[in-house]
């Protein structure tokens, strides 16, 4: 009949977890990959406007895509 006493809460505090990692690997993610077109398009063309652009937009992008999965309740 079910499991070992303890197994409700410990799936629960994983899911907790797994929700955290997402959450943290969406926005590494953002920041590094239009940080990084960012920093190709600065070489491309010689300038250095185009890194912190990209690293904003990743930043932005990737909360909304956490609030927008996650926000709501």
Known sequence: MGGAPGNRG??????GSEVAWTIIG????????WGGIGWLVDRWL???LF???GIL???AGAF????RRYGQG
């Open 10 to 15: 410990d799936r629960d505090g994983s899911r």
């Open 51 to 53: 890194l912190p652009v």
């Open 26 to 33: 969406l926005l590494l993610s953002g920041v590094i990959a």
């Open 57 to 59: 937009v990743g930043a």
């Open 46 to 48: 010689g300038t250095n």
């Open 64 to 67: 909304y895509l956490v609030i």
